[in-house]
């Protein structure tokens, strides 16, 4: 009886004192790994680079009210008869033998160097530009909610790899402990043959245990090892080493009515948010082009300064006026209508469905939430019941009241008990992770909860 006890303390006590030393080197905690996913994720940078776009968007939608100036430096020379005649008189250089009709049919060559400074501005377009930057500054806040929506969605791959690996970590750890504890019953059941005490068929049995459990560390190993790479890319970090994580924990989390968690999902997430931020700006920019078969009113202007030579001296001029326009054959713009009227439509049918959507996503992920909590109470319980009815199998063993078949039956049981009792815990956090992406509210903050 000693000789089974004994090993599985030893193991025990080993265990726990790495537990401890690698506690006590640098880890790398959940928050830290969704720091630096924020940063190094491509999804992030795209997204960034989105709301960029859609700033730019916006200010070149104001630029329309702007007026528009320009400056040219034009230098020419002909003999064209109408060039010459026109460019002389600008130049305030014509004089009476210009009349000549020799001068005029056959002129010589004349350079005109000419600088030029023009205007215009849109005084009034019946609010069809204001209604366009009111659309593109939606389509920034839609912009703004999209990242959002992007930056939650890391953390939830974070969460969901970071916890991955502390449960792989943990199944490795289980399966060490059971190849270790079936070597040391193996021995056991080896004096127990050498002294009589029990079959050769009970070492053979303990022997093939044995194999079985060193499968089981190697299959758990490859799981690590696979938990490690969707880390990495979760983190868009390709070399990031293998490092000491916070071991895995039971936690308790806290439960709501699923209405109040529906109310929250409407009002906290950021996907639902940047639909019904283009859906208005998808409106404004039908408003916008209502507004562009009204009249129009602009104003422009125009100076420059004409002469002989660069340096000379010349003649200016200035032009100015104020222009009311309307389109008469408003085809396209009718057409222009139609397409953004049908763009409206499907938008506004696309965010009704959305948020059915959403609505069903928080309802599972509700049911799921409450499965996982009963699912970790149940294998609670049963490892308990597994744990002690292993430590009965073993002393009936010692004391010659039951078959190696029902030792090793019994750590089977027990072993199983683990697993699922650990896949409890692990189901438990990721459902309660999937609850709060569900509703919006998972945030790096909001995800210390999961630590």
């Excluded at 008469?328 to 009718?334: C, D, E, G, I, Q």
């Excluded at 938008?347 to 939430?369: G, K, M, N, P």
Aim: charge should be negative; glycine fraction near 6%; proline fraction near 3%.
């Amino acid at each position: 009886m000693k000789s089974l006890i004994f090993p599985a303390k030893l193991v025990a006590t080993v265990w726990c004192a790495a537990a401890v030393m690698a506690g006590a080197q640098e880890t790398l905690t959940l928050h830290q790994a969704i720091e630096q996913a924020l940063g190094h994720n491509p999804d992030a940078r795209i997204s960034g680079a989105g709301i960029r776009e859609a700033t730019a968007r916006a200010s070149l939608a104001r630029t329309a009210l702007l007026p528009q100036v320009s400056f040219t430096e034009d230098i020419s020379r002909g003999d064209d008869p109408v060039y010459v005649f026109g460019s002389k008189l600008r130049q305030n250089q014509f004089t009476q033998s210009d009349f000549s009709l020799n001068a005029l049919n056959r002129p010589e060559p004349l350079g005109n160097f000419a600088t030029r400074l023009s205007g215009s501005w849109l005084a009034f377009d019946s609010f069809k530009t204001q209604k366009a930057i009111h659309g593109a500054d939606l389509m920034k806040q839609s912009a703004v909610s999209s990242d959002r929506s992007v930056n939650q969605k890391i953390v939830f791959d974070v969460v969901e790899a970071y916890q991955s690996v502390l449960y792989a970590e943990r199944q490795l750890e289980i399966a060490q402990r059971e190849q270790e504890t079936a070597e040391a019953l193996f021995a056991s059941v080896d004096d127990h043959v050498k002294a009589g005490l029990a079959v050769e068929s009970d070492r053979m049995s303990a022997q093939v245990d044995v194999a079985s459990r060193k499968q089981r560390v190697i299959e758990a190993q490859g799981g690590r090892g696979i938990a490690w790479a969707q880390l990495r890319l979760a983190m868009g970090t390709p070399d990031l080493p293998q490092t000491n994580l916070r071991p895995i924990e039971e936690h308790s989390f806290p439960q709501n009515a699923l209405e109040q968690e529906l109310e929250v999902a409407q009002k906290s997430r950021p996907d639902l948010a940047s639909l019904d931020q283009a859906r208005a700006a998808q409106a404004a920019s039908v408003s916008s082009t209502k507004m562009g078969f009204s009249p129009r009113v602009s104003a422009y202007g125009n100076w420059e300064q004409e002469r002989p030579t660069f340096t000379g001296s010349g003649g200016s001029n200035w032009v100015a006026g104020v222009q009311i326009g309307i389109d008469l054959t408003p085809f396209s713009k009718r057409a222009q209508l139609a397409k953004e009227t049908a763009v409206k439509e499907r938008t506004d049918a696309q965010f009704a469905a959305y948020q059915q959507h959403v609505r069903l996503e928080v309802s599972q992920a509700h049911i799921q939430r409450q499965t996982a909590q009963l699912s970790l109470e149940t294998a609670r319980a049963a490892i308990d019941q597994a744990t002690e009815s292993l430590r009965i199998l073993r002393n009936r063993y010692g004391a010659g009241l039951a078959t190696i078949t029902d030792l090793l039956r019994a750590g089977d049981a027990e072993r199983e008990s683990q697993r699922n009792y650990w896949h409890a815990v692990y189901g438990n956090t990721m459902a309660y992770a999937q609850l709060l992406f569900a509703t919006g509210t998972l945030t790096p903050d909001a995800a210390e909860e999961l630590q």
